[in-house]
């Protein structure tokens, strides 16, 4: 059965590539963005809470006596998971200084149960390749099929460590859908098409830092 599991959430994220109708997996996401001694980006430390369906199936079979999931039982999956983000980029969009970023390998990384509401975690850290002057950055996290709908966390979603004084932080969040966008998605959700390859981005919060 853990093998299984394992399997089968390789290939719900791998399925990702295709075009599909509109989310199947919600994700709500708190990050870190982690500056060096050198004061500058060196990663960002990725939070991010799977809804209860997806959180119900990765953890399908696991923990015994009724008792929850130990970190010992998840780790594997953390690390199909991580593995699997690769070929997607991670899901995570960067710019610096007006250039895309190069991620390096992530680490750090786990899989935490929520008992409150049964979720999953999935937490790690992913450096860029090459740290970068902090001055201006920006970044956001979608998935371009829109299979996957990321959103920031309502509370504090994005937070600086280590960073020079002076930098600041503000999220923007997207704009409304107009009139045909909203019915592309909808009329997407009925025929199993994907309503554009676009919508990912249209819907992304996006995280920008700047620094003196």
């Known amino acids: ?18 075009a599909m109708a509109h989310p199947h997996v919600w994700v709500v996401v708190k990050s ?36 929850d999931p130990t970190p010992e039982e998840l780790a594997p999956i953390a690390q ?3 593995e699997s983000l690769k070929e997607f980029g ?9 250039k895309p970023a190069v991620w390096g390998e992530p680490k750090d990384y786990s899989l935490r149960f929520n008992p409150g509401d049964q979720s999953v975690t999935l937490i790690f850290t992913l ?3 090459t740290p970068a002057p902090s001055r201006t950055f920006a970044f956001q996290i979608y998935d371009p099929s829109y299979f ?36 592309a998605l909808n009329e997407s ?4 098409l994907s309503p554009g390859s676009d919508f ?13």
């Not at 060196?42 to 799977?50: C, D, N, P, V, Y």
């Not at 504090?156 to 409304?176: D, F, M, Q, Y």
Request: proline share 3%; glycine share 10%; aromatic share 10%.
């Open 200 to 212: 990912g981005i249209k819907l992304a919060d996006r995280a920008i830092v700047a620094c003196p």
């Open 32 to 67: 870190q963005v982690l500056f060096n001694a050198a004061g500058k980006v060196a990663a960002i430390r990725h939070e991010w809470t799977f809804d209860d369906m997806y959180s119900a199936f990765v953890t399908a079979g696991l923990g015994k006596d009724g008792k």
């Open 127 to 129: 450096p860029f390749e």
């Open 189 to 192: 959700f009925f025929s199993g």
């Open 1 to 18: 059965m853990f093998k299984a599991v394992l399997l089968a959430l390789a290939t719900l994220l791998s399925s990702a590539v295709a």
């Open 148 to 183: 996957v709908a990321f959103a920031f966390d309502k509370g504090t979603s994005v937070e600086l460590s280590g960073a020079p004084a002076g930098c600041s932080l503000n999220v923007i969040k997207p704009r409304s859908l107009d009139a045909d966008e909203t019915k």
């Open 80 to 82: 199909t998971n991580v």
């Open 90 to 98: 991670y899901f995570t969009v960067s710019k610096i200084g007006g």
